[in-house]
Protein backbone atom coordinates (compact mmCIF):
# COMPACT_ATOMS: atom_id res chain seq x y z
CA UNK A 1 0.00 0.00 0.00
CA UNK A 2 0.71 3.39 -0.63
CA UNK A 3 -0.32 7.22 0.32
CA UNK A 4 -1.45 9.00 -1.99
CA UNK A 5 0.64 11.35 -3.76
CA UNK A 6 -1.25 14.09 -5.61
CA UNK A 7 -1.40 13.65 -9.34
CA UNK A 8 0.15 16.22 -10.69
CA UNK A 9 4.00 17.94 -10.97
CA UNK A 10 5.48 14.53 -10.10
CA UNK A 11 4.71 11.12 -9.12
CA UNK A 12 7.23 9.93 -6.89
CA UNK A 13 8.22 6.19 -6.66
CA UNK A 14 9.10 3.96 -3.79
CA UNK A 15 12.91 3.81 -3.89
CA UNK A 16 14.33 0.35 -4.81
CA UNK A 17 16.98 0.33 -2.09
CA UNK A 18 18.84 -3.08 -2.67
CA UNK A 19 21.95 -3.45 -0.47
CA UNK A 20 22.78 -7.27 -1.39
CA UNK A 21 25.59 -9.07 0.24
CA UNK A 22 28.14 -11.75 -1.33
CA UNK A 23 24.57 -14.13 -2.16
CA UNK A 24 23.85 -14.08 -5.71
CA UNK A 25 20.11 -13.66 -5.89
CA UNK A 26 17.08 -11.65 -7.07
CA UNK A 27 15.42 -9.44 -5.51
CA UNK A 28 11.28 -8.74 -6.08
CA UNK A 29 9.23 -5.97 -4.17
CA UNK A 30 5.79 -4.90 -4.81
CA UNK A 31 3.52 -1.79 -3.89
CA UNK A 32 -0.39 -1.59 -4.24
CA UNK A 33 -1.74 1.80 -4.35
CA UNK A 34 -5.37 3.43 -4.67
CA UNK A 35 -4.82 3.84 -8.49
CA UNK A 36 -1.76 1.98 -9.19
CA UNK A 37 0.87 -0.76 -9.07
CA UNK A 38 5.04 -0.92 -8.23
CA UNK A 39 6.90 -3.44 -8.96
CA UNK A 40 10.96 -3.63 -9.12
CA UNK A 41 13.32 -6.31 -9.56
CA UNK A 42 17.13 -6.06 -9.12
CA UNK A 43 19.70 -8.62 -9.37
CA UNK A 44 23.38 -9.39 -8.68
CA UNK A 45 24.46 -10.97 -11.91
CA UNK A 46 28.16 -10.55 -10.44
CA UNK A 47 29.48 -9.53 -7.09
CA UNK A 48 29.36 -5.67 -6.29
CA UNK A 49 27.13 -5.08 -9.17
CA UNK A 50 23.74 -4.58 -8.84
CA UNK A 51 21.11 -3.59 -11.67
CA UNK A 52 17.50 -3.33 -11.77
CA UNK A 53 14.16 -2.55 -13.23
CA UNK A 54 10.92 -0.41 -11.86
CA UNK A 55 7.16 -0.19 -13.00
CA UNK A 56 4.77 1.99 -11.70
CA UNK A 57 1.60 1.78 -13.60
CA UNK A 58 -2.16 2.81 -13.26
CA UNK A 59 -4.75 5.14 -14.66
CA UNK A 60 -3.06 7.89 -16.31
CA UNK A 61 -0.35 6.77 -15.22
CA UNK A 62 3.18 5.54 -16.47
CA UNK A 63 6.96 4.73 -15.51
CA UNK A 64 9.70 2.82 -16.41
CA UNK A 65 12.82 2.96 -14.79
CA UNK A 66 16.10 1.19 -15.01
CA UNK A 67 19.36 1.02 -12.77
CA UNK A 68 22.60 0.10 -12.10
CA UNK A 69 25.36 0.32 -9.38
CA UNK A 70 27.95 -0.79 -7.47
CA UNK A 71 27.46 -2.41 -3.90
CA UNK A 72 29.60 -3.37 -0.90
CA UNK A 73 29.20 -4.66 2.75
CA UNK A 74 31.11 -5.78 5.96
CA UNK A 75 33.08 -8.93 5.85
CA UNK A 76 31.69 -9.80 9.46
CA UNK A 77 28.38 -11.36 8.52
CA UNK A 78 27.89 -8.46 6.22
CA UNK A 79 25.85 -6.38 8.84
CA UNK A 80 26.69 -2.77 7.22
CA UNK A 81 26.09 -2.88 3.21
CA UNK A 82 26.01 0.46 1.15
CA UNK A 83 25.44 0.91 -2.23
CA UNK A 84 25.17 3.56 -4.83
CA UNK A 85 22.82 3.56 -7.77
CA UNK A 86 22.25 5.59 -10.92
CA UNK A 87 19.59 5.24 -13.55
CA UNK A 88 16.57 7.14 -15.52
CA UNK A 89 13.03 6.51 -16.96
CA UNK A 90 10.14 7.91 -19.07
CA UNK A 91 7.45 9.28 -16.97
CA UNK A 92 3.89 10.21 -18.55
CA UNK A 93 0.92 11.42 -16.01
CA UNK A 94 -2.68 12.73 -17.15
CA UNK A 95 -5.44 13.24 -13.75
CA UNK A 96 -8.39 14.99 -13.99
CA UNK A 97 -9.53 16.29 -10.31
CA UNK A 98 -13.46 16.43 -9.91
CA UNK A 99 -14.17 15.79 -6.67
CA UNK A 100 -11.68 14.69 -4.35
CA UNK A 101 -13.04 11.45 -2.11
CA UNK A 102 -10.81 12.83 0.98
CA UNK A 103 -12.31 15.52 3.19
CA UNK A 104 -8.81 16.54 3.24
CA UNK A 105 -7.88 17.26 -0.03
CA UNK A 106 -10.93 18.69 -1.19
CA UNK A 107 -11.13 22.32 -2.36
CA UNK A 108 -14.84 23.57 -2.54
CA UNK A 109 -16.13 24.89 -6.62
CA UNK A 110 -12.91 23.93 -7.87
CA UNK A 111 -11.86 21.08 -10.76
CA UNK A 112 -8.41 20.81 -12.16
CA UNK A 113 -6.72 19.24 -15.16
CA UNK A 114 -3.07 18.20 -15.35
CA UNK A 115 -0.83 16.29 -18.08
CA UNK A 116 3.02 15.59 -17.88
CA UNK A 117 5.69 14.05 -19.83
CA UNK A 118 9.12 13.73 -18.79
CA UNK A 119 12.60 11.83 -18.22
CA UNK A 120 13.99 11.29 -15.22
CA UNK A 121 17.99 10.83 -14.06
CA UNK A 122 18.40 10.08 -10.37
CA UNK A 123 21.66 8.94 -8.27
CA UNK A 124 20.74 7.27 -5.07
CA UNK A 125 22.90 6.39 -2.20
CA UNK A 126 22.39 3.79 0.35
CA UNK A 127 23.55 2.32 3.77
CA UNK A 128 21.93 0.01 5.64
CA UNK A 129 22.10 -2.24 8.89
CA UNK A 130 21.03 -6.03 8.81
CA UNK A 131 20.73 -8.61 11.43
CA UNK A 132 18.61 -11.69 12.77
CA UNK A 133 16.50 -12.05 15.97
CA UNK A 134 17.36 -15.83 16.04
CA UNK A 135 14.72 -16.64 18.32
CA UNK A 136 12.07 -16.05 16.16
CA UNK A 137 14.41 -16.91 12.75
CA UNK A 138 13.40 -13.20 11.80
CA UNK A 139 15.58 -10.78 9.54
CA UNK A 140 15.49 -7.18 9.47
CA UNK A 141 17.36 -3.56 8.36
CA UNK A 142 17.24 -0.59 8.57
CA UNK A 143 18.58 1.67 5.96
CA UNK A 144 19.02 5.72 4.89
CA UNK A 145 18.93 6.66 1.65
CA UNK A 146 19.04 10.31 -0.18
CA UNK A 147 17.82 10.10 -4.08
CA UNK A 148 18.94 13.09 -5.97
CA UNK A 149 16.56 13.47 -9.25
CA UNK A 150 16.56 15.51 -12.61
CA UNK A 151 13.11 15.53 -13.85
CA UNK A 152 13.01 16.86 -17.48
CA UNK A 153 9.57 18.00 -18.88
CA UNK A 154 8.76 17.40 -22.28
CA UNK A 155 5.88 18.66 -21.32
CA UNK A 156 3.77 20.20 -18.24
CA UNK A 157 -0.03 21.80 -18.24
CA UNK A 158 -1.78 22.35 -15.61
CA UNK A 159 -5.29 23.95 -15.51
CA UNK A 160 -7.76 24.91 -12.69
CA UNK A 161 -11.29 25.68 -13.50
CA UNK A 162 -13.86 27.20 -10.99
CA UNK A 163 -17.01 25.17 -11.29
CA UNK A 164 -18.93 28.58 -10.71
CA UNK A 165 -17.70 29.68 -13.95
CA UNK A 166 -18.93 26.52 -15.91
CA UNK A 167 -22.40 27.06 -14.96
CA UNK A 168 -22.49 30.63 -16.13
CA UNK A 169 -20.26 30.27 -19.26
CA UNK A 170 -18.06 31.93 -18.68
CA UNK A 171 -15.52 32.74 -21.78
CA UNK A 172 -12.36 32.50 -19.13
CA UNK A 173 -13.11 29.49 -16.78
CA UNK A 174 -9.55 28.77 -15.76
CA UNK A 175 -8.23 30.12 -12.22
CA UNK A 176 -5.22 28.90 -13.40
CA UNK A 177 -3.79 27.36 -16.38
CA UNK A 178 -0.14 26.95 -17.21
CA UNK A 179 1.68 25.11 -20.18
CA UNK A 180 5.72 24.95 -19.92
CA UNK A 181 7.86 23.07 -22.26
CA UNK A 182 11.23 22.09 -21.69
CA UNK A 183 11.65 22.88 -18.29
CA UNK A 184 13.13 21.37 -15.72
CA UNK A 185 13.06 20.30 -11.70
CA UNK A 186 15.75 19.33 -9.52
CA UNK A 187 14.74 17.55 -5.90
CA UNK A 188 16.46 15.48 -3.12
CA UNK A 189 14.38 12.49 -1.67
CA UNK A 190 15.95 11.18 1.67
CA UNK A 191 14.20 7.70 2.40
CA UNK A 192 13.86 5.34 5.48
CA UNK A 193 13.61 1.89 4.95
CA UNK A 194 12.91 -0.79 6.92
CA UNK A 195 12.24 -4.58 6.49
CA UNK A 196 11.44 -7.75 8.49
CA UNK A 197 11.14 -11.21 7.32
CA UNK A 198 10.96 -14.80 7.39
CA UNK A 199 13.03 -17.09 5.09
CA UNK A 200 13.06 -14.63 1.98
CA UNK A 201 9.40 -13.08 2.27
CA UNK A 202 9.95 -9.32 3.77
CA UNK A 203 7.54 -6.71 5.10
CA UNK A 204 9.00 -3.30 3.33
CA UNK A 205 8.00 0.25 5.55
CA UNK A 206 9.22 2.90 3.65
CA UNK A 207 9.33 6.77 4.73
CA UNK A 208 10.06 9.16 1.63
CA UNK A 209 10.49 13.02 1.89
CA UNK A 210 10.45 15.24 -1.46
CA UNK A 211 12.22 18.53 -1.32
CA UNK A 212 12.22 20.53 -4.36
CA UNK A 213 15.96 21.80 -4.72
CA UNK A 214 15.76 23.94 -8.12
CA UNK A 215 13.06 24.36 -10.54
CA UNK A 216 11.85 26.01 -13.56
CA UNK A 217 7.94 25.45 -13.19
CA UNK A 218 6.33 27.92 -10.75
CA UNK A 219 5.25 25.51 -7.72
CA UNK A 220 3.25 27.86 -6.02
CA UNK A 221 0.44 27.25 -8.78
CA UNK A 222 0.37 23.15 -9.16
CA UNK A 223 -1.01 20.35 -6.27
CA UNK A 224 2.68 19.60 -6.03
CA UNK A 225 2.94 16.33 -4.00
CA UNK A 226 3.22 16.25 -0.10
CA UNK A 227 6.26 16.67 1.45
CA UNK A 228 6.05 13.11 3.14
CA UNK A 229 5.09 9.56 1.67
CA UNK A 230 4.57 6.10 3.60
CA UNK A 231 4.82 3.28 1.27
CA UNK A 232 4.24 -0.74 2.59
CA UNK A 233 5.12 -3.60 0.38
CA UNK A 234 6.09 -7.02 0.09
CA UNK A 235 9.39 -8.26 -0.72
CA UNK A 236 10.50 -11.87 -2.32
CA UNK A 237 14.10 -12.86 -2.32
CA UNK A 238 15.38 -15.51 -5.23
CA UNK A 239 18.36 -16.95 -3.53
CA UNK A 240 20.83 -18.84 -5.82
CA UNK A 241 21.83 -21.95 -4.19
CA UNK A 242 25.64 -22.05 -4.67
CA UNK A 243 26.57 -25.59 -6.50
CA UNK A 244 28.70 -27.95 -4.87
CA UNK A 245 32.08 -28.66 -6.10
CA UNK A 246 32.64 -31.80 -8.18
CA UNK A 247 35.66 -34.19 -6.78
CA UNK A 248 38.39 -34.95 -9.07
Known amino acids: MSSCAVRSVYVPTSQNVVLFDDKKQIQANGYVG ?24 G ?15 SKKNAKWRAEITGGGGYNSNFFQQNNAW ?26 GFFSKIEMYKLSYSFAFSCR ?3 LDFKKYVYK ?78 FVFKKQKEKKP
Do not use: W
Not at 191 to 199: A, D, S, T, Y
Open 59 to 73: TGLSCYEGMIGVYGY
Open 160 to 237: EIDRDSLLVNSPNPYIVNRDYKNKNILILEPCFVNKVGLRNVYAVIQGQFIVPMASEIDLHYANFSPVFLMSFGLQYN
Open 148 to 150: ASY
Open 34 to 57: GNHVELQVAHNPVNHFVAGLHVNY
Open 102 to 127: MAAVKKENVNYETYSIYSKYFVQPSI
